[in-house]
């Protein structure tokens, strides 16, 4: 099983329509999460970070965190091609031989106009 | 831009050959984690330092070692290089290493071993 699981898509989403990312993750002491958006060829940038079970919204971003159940979401309102982009969760792991910042594989999702 | 660096932009090297990337951290940054991204896949953590001191390891042979310089810069060592290490080698600075510090990631260097 992978430390962090993401579905690889491509999710295609009309443009303005929402956009709906899931992560899951093994490690139930977690309490850090993350994610990234990573166009092709360039580096992750932070869109979000979330710490607490609920919903954190910022800006056209929601991000959702269930820790009982392992689970992290993120919601993209108005989805524009702007957008397309590979979707990175992140999860920061307490672990023995070190702390470390686990990523999902990614969602790649492209935005059709 | 996250004020993080690295260097150089492009790298090819043959097999067996060694190679040293570099990055430059933000300003007030004292740590710097390294990871190695696989076309398609996500970034896997080769280690971080704090500084100066190696600060937690991922599952990656001896062959990669690292080193964090007094004003934080950071080099990352590969010898014997091999075939799958080609790859997007990217460093990320954060104030303090801590759970809920924002990594920031550099541009990444594209290393092709041939």
């Known amino acids: 099983q992978k430390e962090v699981e993401q579905n690889s898509g491509p999710l295609s989403v009309p443009e303005g329509a929402i956009a709906s990312l899931n992560c899951t993750y093994s490690?139930?002491?977690?309490?850090?999460f993350f994610w990234y958006r990573q166009y092709s060829g360039k580096s992750p940038e932070l869109i979000m970070s979330i710490y607490s079970n609920g919903d954190k919204e910022d800006g056209r971003f929601t991000a959702q965190l269930n820790k009982a159940s392992q689970y992290v979401s993120l919601l993209i309102r108005d989805s524009q091609p702007s957008d397309s982009a590979t979707y990175l969760c992140a999860v920061y792991m307490i672990k023995a031989a070190g702390n470390k910042l686990t990523f999902g594989g990614g969602t790649r999702v492209l935005v059709k106009p | 831009e996250t004020g993080v660096t690295q260097s150089p932009t492009h790298l090819i090297k043959t097999r067996g050959q060694q190679v040293t990337l570099r990055c430059s951290s933000q300003s007030g940054h004292n740590t710097v984690s390294w990871y190695q991204q696989a076309l398609g896949q996500g970034p896997q953590f080769i280690f971080q330092y704090y500084r100066e001191e190696e600060n937690g390891r991922g599952n990656f042979p001896p062959r990669f070692s690292g080193l964090q310089f007094p004003n934080y810069s950071s080099e990352l060592n590969v010898n014997a290089l091999e075939l799958d290490d080609s790859a997007l080698y990217l460093c990320?600075?954060?104030?303090?290493?801590?759970?809920?510090?924002?990594?920031?990631f550099g541009p990444g260097t594209r290393l092709t071993v041939l």
């Open positions: 990320a600075s954060s104030t303090d290493g801590a759970s809920t510090d924002t990594q920031y």
């Open positions: 490690d139930r002491g977690s309490q850090s």
